[in-house]
């Protein structure tokens, strides 16, 4: 087929884009601006345009496949409704790409990807040979978000975002946890906790789900879906090169699926001392000329942050911690403003840079960043800075860090680029 993806350099669509173009298909696509992963596709033959205007689509397109940040009006869309080329959402995709496989999905608020990617890692070194596609870039597959492999095993982070993971046909879900996200597409926790119970519901009765019984939330999804499940917080904690609780929960989530797959308990736990995390997990990026080592971030929910930051001042003792955050939706930011604002209270300096607004379209009010960082100054009661723009943020941290300071970025949007030791 002749496959156009727009916004392929989106986490999820560039690694359905790359199984395809591994496939066998002509793959092309589409995006806003240059990216890494973009480079990547570009490198593997698959043809990129960073024009969205339409005209990068050709009309003898057989399917267009497009991220959910690609809304039903974007001229892509548009010119492919007029020359009546079949559109289908990544998630459709990706449903029936791996419908009829044993497939794995990973879902939850948060730990997704650090748990797909890990469990992707004991897989391939016990010999499994999965797929995997994961929202992260892993170190073992040499910084790719995908593999391609010779079994009928399909390891998946599974997106709840506006529902996507229901298209997808799980023998297996690990649920890291269900805490209450993107209220810009669910209009409440109880909406949010809704579909998780419709995903177990994807599953057949024979099929096995994994997660933390101690965790309330997580259970009483299992419990509404009528569904049994094999409890992780049984599995011992396994010393990790990367450092916090929630990391090891992840990995008692690998350790209860891997017994369940029948891999020997040692061989699972040499995999996991081994795994080093992934791109944005906690990722050290080094050190700059006056000795402050930076770390980036993925997280962007208050429980992210907490946990996150915990992890850090555990491994880095007695070091002073500036914590760089850029909310990611107004909706988010507003829905859960009471928890934001109290969890920063394990950092030292705390700077809060604009909203990235991934979703100008749905979003619904707007953050006032003053009061923003007021209220997470008296309730986290630590210091805070206004950083505004992303220059305005690398001005003002130029000045704030001191040497042997920990520089902690944070946050799904563009802040990552704050993350380059040679900046400072």
Known sequence: MKIFCSGIGGIGLSAYASHMHARGHDVSGSDRSESELTKKLSAAGIRVSYTQDGSALSGD???????????????????????????????????????????????????????????????????????????????????????????????????????????????????????????????????????????????????????????GASAAVAKSAGRAFLDADEMPFVSLATPGKHMQQNAQLVLAVAERLGIDHKAVIESIKTYRGSWRRMEEKGSTAKNVSIIDDYGHHPVEIRATLQAIKEKYVGRRLVCVFQPHTHDRTLTLWDEFTSAFSDASVVVIADVYDARPDTERDSVDMQKFVKDIETHSQTKVHAGHTLEETLSLLKKLLQPNDLLLIMGAGNIGTLADPKLY
């Open 61 to 215: 397109t057989d399917l267009l496949i497009y991220s959910e940040a690609i809304p039903t009006d974007a001229p892509e869309r548009s010119k492919a409704r007029k020359l009546n080329i079949l559109q289908k959402s990544y998630f459709e995709a990706l449903g029936e790409l791996t419908r009829g496989t044993k497939l794995i999905a990973v879902c939850g608020t948060h730990g997704k990807s650090s748990t797909t990617a890990m469990l992707a890692k004991v897989c391939i070194d016990n010999g499994f040979d999965p797929s995997v596609v994961v929202g992260t870039k892993m170190f073992e597959l040499d910084g790719a978000n995908w593999r391609k492999g010779e079994s009928n095993l399909w390891i998946v982070e599974a997106c709840e975002y506006r529902k996507s993971f229901l298209h997808l046909s799980p023998d297996t879900i690990l649920m890291t946890n269900v805490d209450g996200d993107h209220f810009d597409a669910f209009e409440s926790v109880d909406a949010y906790t809704d579909a998780f119970i419709e995903f177990l519901h994807r599953m057949p009765e024979a099929g096995t789900l994994i997660l933390h019984g101690k965790d």
